[in-house]
């Protein structure tokens, strides 16, 4: 069985984590790494992916400047969304010819995964026809978000955001994907308490593991 190297990041701004990202990738595209998975969190943060429409960001720019909200556009796919404390994100540097070399394929591995995390707390989540990402309550309320990259040699960037316990608030400053009448929501609301983040990822990292045929194993740095 192939290993799944796990980094631990903390808190980290987004681009920060982007260009450790590219660099993972080019080190996974030439052999030197194997499956890598970053998990971290990023400050109050509005991305736009290579799909998104810049009117769905609905605050100034004083407004976000005041609010101390980054902007960021993105080359993973999918439209806008918001980033903040308290939403776990996952981003797998995965070599995609060992995992069925079909990317919807591979987004749909990454949707169970997270269907099979809110499973083991009682949650039902689902998938909406048409629609990247993972819902609850019969699919009003986003509660995971996804976004991918694919390189020219087959190296997976990007991934998703579990919200677990962010300032749900944020997302009032954009049109959350480019959906306007679906909601957001949260393991802390769909719960009504907030798991620990350090909980979650563990489960996250289990069925990822799970659903990918890897083993997990801690970077040493």
């Known amino acids: 069985m192939r290993t799944l190297t796990i980094h631990y990041l903390g808190h980290i701004d987004y681009t920060t984590a982007w260009e450790i990202q590219r660099r993972l990738a080019r080190e996974r595209s030439h052999g030197q790494i194997g499956d890598t998975l970053l998990l971290l969190e990023h400050p109050p943060t509005i991305t736009l992916g290579n ?45 995609l010819s060992q995992h069925g070399s079909d990317v919807g394929r591979y987004v749909r591995g990454l949707e169970e995964s997270v269907i099979r995390v809110l499973t083991s707390y009682g ?37 998703l955001a579990l919200n677990v316990d962010p300032d749900l608030s944020g997302f009032e400053l954009i049109v959350p994907c480019g959906i306007r009448d679906r909601g957001v929501t949260s393991l802390a609301v769909e719960l009504g308490v907030a798991p620990s983040l350090a909980e979650v990822a563990e489960r996250l990292i289990a069925s990822l593991c799970e659903i990918f045929d890897l083993r997990p194993v801690n970077a040493l740095s």
């Open 123 to 159: 949650i039902t989540g689902e998938r909406v026809a048409g629609l990247t990402g993972v819902w609850v309550r019969g699919g009003v309320a986003k509660i995971c978000a996804i976004g991918v990259k694919l390189s020219a040699s087959g190296v997976t960037t990007h991934g």
């Open 51 to 95: 799909k998104a429409h810049p009117e769905h960001i609905l605050a100034t720019p004083a407004e976000l400047a005041a609010r101390g909200v980054a902007v960021v556009q993105s080359d993973r796919g999918g439209e806008v969304t918001y980033h903040a404390p308290g939403q776990l994100v996952a981003y797998p540097i995965f070599k």
